[in-house]
């Protein structure tokens, strides 16, 4: 019998409609557009408005499309891996507010949380329970409302961050096609460079703790950069140069929109001309976990069964890591 491998079937994202521009962002800080678009490519990014308006919101959407996208009902979902680092409460996990709001009443799920990696660690994980044969339905969602953590008076980190969300369905595949290999990798050291402190056990939420801006979203960048531009692309050839991959074998390169300048540098290190390399930053900025499965979304059209992807991403944590898959489907 021939391997089993966990094929993405269907894909599908939401943005939510209010679009804050970098104009709008000069009158909230000192910035000016040519300094965000030459140091990040970000010209906009979307923002959830509303109240009571949470996480599983940006999922809610891009799930029930899903769903029909791929003629199944919520009931034939077994399994919701939800990758946030936003989830609509410390507890319980988003995945079962989904479930409920979706009405997936068969699934059982679960929050991951790797920051911008989270999509990755999630599509990995989601595979195991496809590859072993438990589950034959496997949704992976990425989402993210960066808006409820990031300060708008902090000019280091409001420009980065957008909401969104993007979502795959995981089936068998015994072609060939689906998740080959990824690696993947944490360093804990990182996590001074890139954090929220409060509101966790470490720090619970006090009234000092929100004086100190200890709920928002805190990032070293230079810092950052400097460790993603070399791990992003480094992973990205390990993964490839391991599966033997050339440039010319690689059909996309599905990076993590964090910043231009880092997709840049991974693409060129694989060899990757631009026109092979997805690229949606300038519209939504960093949605965190959502920016790979987003991409995904926007590129399906585009996309051909067999296709040989490359996915790569770096986050907080640190997180890094890198997946070779097969395309699973031509869209109809
Ligand atoms: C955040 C980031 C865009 C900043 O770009 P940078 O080229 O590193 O810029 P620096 O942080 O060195 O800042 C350069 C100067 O611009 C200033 N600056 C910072 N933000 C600014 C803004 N929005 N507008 C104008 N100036 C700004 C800084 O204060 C600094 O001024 P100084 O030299 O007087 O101190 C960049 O570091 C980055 O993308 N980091 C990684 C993000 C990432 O990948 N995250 C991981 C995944 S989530």
Wanted: hydrophobic share 40%; aromatic share 8%.
């Amino acid at each position: 019998m021939s391997k089993i491998h966990a094929a993405i079937t269907a894909v599908n994202g939401y943005v939510p409609d209010y679009i804050l521009t970098n104009q709008e962002l000069e009158t909230m800080v000192d910035t000016n557009d040519e300094w965000i678009v030459s140091r990040t490519g970000i010209k906009e990014r979307r923002i959830l408005k509303g109240e009571g308006k949470a996480t599983s919101d940006l999922a809610v959407p891009a799930v029930l499309g899903l769903l029909e996208k791929r003629g199944i009902s919520a009931d034939d979902i077994e399994l919701i891996i939800f990758c946030t680092s936003t989830p609509d409460m410390l507890f319980p996990a988003t995945a079962n507010i989904l479930a409920d709001k979706v009405g997936a009443k068969k699934a059982w799920g679960f929050d991951l949380q790797a920051a911008c990696s989270g999509f990755l660690f999630g599509l990995t994980t989601g595979a195991q329970f496809i590859e072993s044969g438990k589950h034959k339905k496997v949704l992976v969602v990425g989402a993210d409302k960066m808006s409820s953590v990031v300060n708008y008076e902090d000019r280091n980190t409001c420009i980065l961050f957008g909401d969104g969300c993007g979502c795959v369905l995981l089936e068998p595949n015994e072609e060939g096609n689906g998740l080959i290999d990824a690696v993947l990798k944490t360093d804990g050291a990182g996590a001074p460079y890139l954090n929220i402190k409060g509101g966790g056990s470490l720090n619970p939420a006090t009234h000092g703790t929100v004086d100190a801006g200890m709920h928002y979203a805190y990032q070293e960048g230079r810092t950052v950069f400097k460790f993603a531009v070399t791990n992003m692309a480094d992973v990205a050839a390990e993964v490839m140069e391991r599966n033997n991959l050339q440039a010319d074998d690689v059909a996309w390169l599905v990076p993590h929109q964090a910043n231009k300048r880092i997709i840049d540098a991974t693409a060129e290190r694989a060899g990757l001309p631009d026109e092979k390399v997805m690229v949606n930053i300038q519209k939504y900025g960093n949605t965190t976990s959502a920016t790979i499965p987003m991409c995904l979304w926007e590129w399906e059209d585009k996309l051909k069964k067999g296709d040989n992807l490359i996915l790569a991403a770096f986050g907080g944590g640190f997180t890094w890591g890198s997946i070779y898959l097969k395309w699973g489907y031509t869209k109809a």
